[in-house]
């Protein structure tokens, strides 16, 4: 008797969660970063999902099949925009439902809600510049964080208006946990304002302009077009003359250029982790901006 019963116990248990989890909201998110603001804010009522990993560059992926079956079911698109996705993203939207379409609340396109940086003079996607709209890798200033995530509060509470009280005490506690952050941030960063940067891709724009970094060059020699010859030599002479103190790179990027660089210079070549997962303690948005944080302080520590 005893048994059966615990077998019931087990069938129904089973059986519950089952439909908890159909209940969920399922978010189909391009970037790691957006993943885990949506567990940030979506907490136990959201199962979220990133296309894209830290070790791969989320400008080029491949839009495989297993993308179309996650983003079939999305309830929600939640991406950074501004053209990141642009080679992948419009082919797995077409097989998404109506409410996720453009223009609909299922649609959420970071950067439409931050200020975007690095805006170009004149549109030259034709010589293969892949930030035309300016810089889309918003989620590096903690700022635009909290500006994301007001948005997402305000999707969430619509899409699933029945937990609108959840999710804005998510959010409340978030933004509470993040502003914290922001200032322990702000007294950490002191010391290494002002440093002079070299990067790969301008991946870290956003992140540099609230260390108030320098950024001297990128050995890119457009947004995503990779280093020549003689781009890398320009460069050369340049820090040749002006001091450079290191080269950022994310776990993402060709090294080849930095590497030669680095041998050239004694310019060392550090690697972020941009994003969640880019590196062992960058597990959520937090970690991943401490871990940033320390790495700079560390690398720039005696310049
Ligand atoms: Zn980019």
């Given at each position: ?42 907490g ?15 400008h ?20 950074s ?109 002191e ?17 540099f ?36 103190d ?58």
């Amino acid at each position: 008797m005893l048994k059966k019963l615990g077998a019931l116990i087990i069938i129904q248990f089973i059986f519950s969660t089952s439909l908890y989890a159909n209940d969920k909201l399922n978010i189909f998110a391009c970037e790691p970063e957006w993943k885990s603001l949506a567990e940030e804010i979506g907490g136990d009522m959201v199962k979220a999902f990133s296309a894209t990993h830290a070790k791969q560059d989320p400008h080029y992926i491949r839009a495989r099949p297993s993308l179309i079956s996650k983003i079939r079911r999305a309830d929600l698109i939640f991406c950074s925009g501004a053209g990141l996705e642009v080679g992948w993203m419009p082919i797995l939207v077409q097989k998404a439902r109506s409410q996720v379409q453009p223009g609909n609340i299922g649609y959420f396109m970071a950067s439409k809600y931050t200020p975007v940086i690095d805006i170009p003079n004149e549109i030259d996607r034709g010589h293969g510049d892949v930030h035309p709209e300016g810089n889309p890798h918003v989620h590096l200033d903690p700022h635009n964080i909290l500006l994301v995530a007001k948005e997402l509060n305000r999707r969430l509470s619509i899409i699933d208006s029945k937990n609108k009280s959840f999710y804005q005490e998510q959010y409340n506690n978030f933004v509470d946990k993040w502003q914290n952050s922001i200032l322990r941030w702000n007294k950490e960063i002191e010391s290494i304002k002002g440093k002079r940067i070299i990067i790969h891709h301008k991946s870290f724009d956003y992140l540099f302009n609230w260390l108030q970094l320098n950024e001297i060059a990128s050995l890119e020699v457009k947004p995503g077009i990779p280093p020549t010859a003689s781009h890398l030599k320009n460069i050369l002479e340049n820090t040749n003359k002006n001091s450079v103190d290191i080269i950022v790179v994310s776990p993402y990027d060709p090294t080849e250029g930095a590497l030669w660089l680095s041998e050239k210079t004694q310019i060392p070549v550090v690697t972020l982790p941009y994003t969640i997962g880019g590196n062992e303690e960058s597990n959520n948005l937090i970690a991943l901006f401490d871990s940033s944080i320390k790495i700079l302080q560390n690398a720039l520590y005696d310049k």
